[in-house]
T-cell receptor, first 109, second 113 residues
Framework: GQNIDQPTEMTATEGAIVQINCTYQTSGFNGLFWYQQHAGEAPTFLSYNVLDGLEEKGRFSSFLSRSKGYSYLLLKELQMKDSASYLCAVRDSNYQLIWGAGTKLIIKP | DAGITQSPRHKVTETGTPVTLRCHQT?????MYWYRQDPGHGLRLIHY???????DKGEVSDGYSVSRSKTEDFLLTLESATSSQTSVYFC????????????FGQGTRLTVV
């Protein structure tokens, strides 16, 4: 079967750095996505990785290792507004998105 | 923001009744999707459409049907609602199946009592 694993919940301090991991086992690979979802709202796109390596976008970076079936999302200079769920998704060989259950990130002052 | 709206935003219905949720887009995107989101689960695909009158099943399609008679509208119907279909339903759109990004509607919270 296909599976995406990410931690259920993480806590971090305002101003700090946090790394959210995602491991996957899917039928084929056509890209990995990270979305942010605030409580009661729609998911919004953060990043897309299809090749190995690090993609940086402001305070957020995403890393991919296809050989290890592994990705992480790195959030720097954490702000209170970063409190949200972070969803990892992989597009499989049929171009279907397989979603993890999400990581709830709690930011403390 | 991408032009995608869902209606209704909230609905309470009784077991056994039919329910239709609507997704409307103004982006002229070819692909439209219906997902459900439940605690402890990732988003799960119910049905998707790759063009007018072209639809296909997702992983949790039982008890659901869809229709797309116009590019901009994608309807999800629960033929006979059950309590297990209580969930938050999201519509999403993308230009193609290879798009870097999909855009989501604000969601519909459906409660079946």
């Amino acid at each position: 079967g296909q599976n995406i694993d990410q931690p259920t919940e993480m806590t971090a301090t305002e101003g700090a750095i946090v790394q959210i991991n995602c491991t996957y086992q899917t039928s084929g690979f056509n890209g990995l996505f990270w979305y942010q979802q605030h409580a009661g709202e729609a998911p919004t796109f953060l990043s897309y990785n299809v090749l190995d390596g690090l993609e940086e976008k402001g305070r957020f970076s995403s890393f991919l290792s296809r050989s290890k079936g592994y990705s992480y999302l790195l959030l720097k200079e954490l702000q209170m507004k970063d409190s949200a769920s972070y969803l990892c998704a992989v597009r499989d060989s049929n171009y279907q998105l397989i979603w993890g259950a999400g990581t709830k990130l709690i930011i403390k002052p | 923001d991408a032009g995608i709206t869902q209606s209704p935003r909230h609905k309470v219905t009784e077991t056994g009744t039919p329910v239709t949720l609507r997704c409307h887009q103004t982006e002229n995107h070819r692909y439209m999707y219906w997902y459900r989101q439940d605690p402890g689960h990732g988003l799960r695909l119910i049905h998707y459409s790759y063009g007018v009158k072209d639809t296909d099943k997702g992983e949790v399609s039982d008890g659901y049907s869809v229709s797309r008679s116009k590019t901009e509208d994608f309807l999800l119907t629960l033929e006979s609602a059950t309590s297990s279909q209580t969930s938050v339903y999201f519509c999403a759109i993308s230009e193609s199946e290879e798009s870097r990004e999909a855009f989501f509607g604000q969601g519909t919270r459906l409660t079946v009592v």
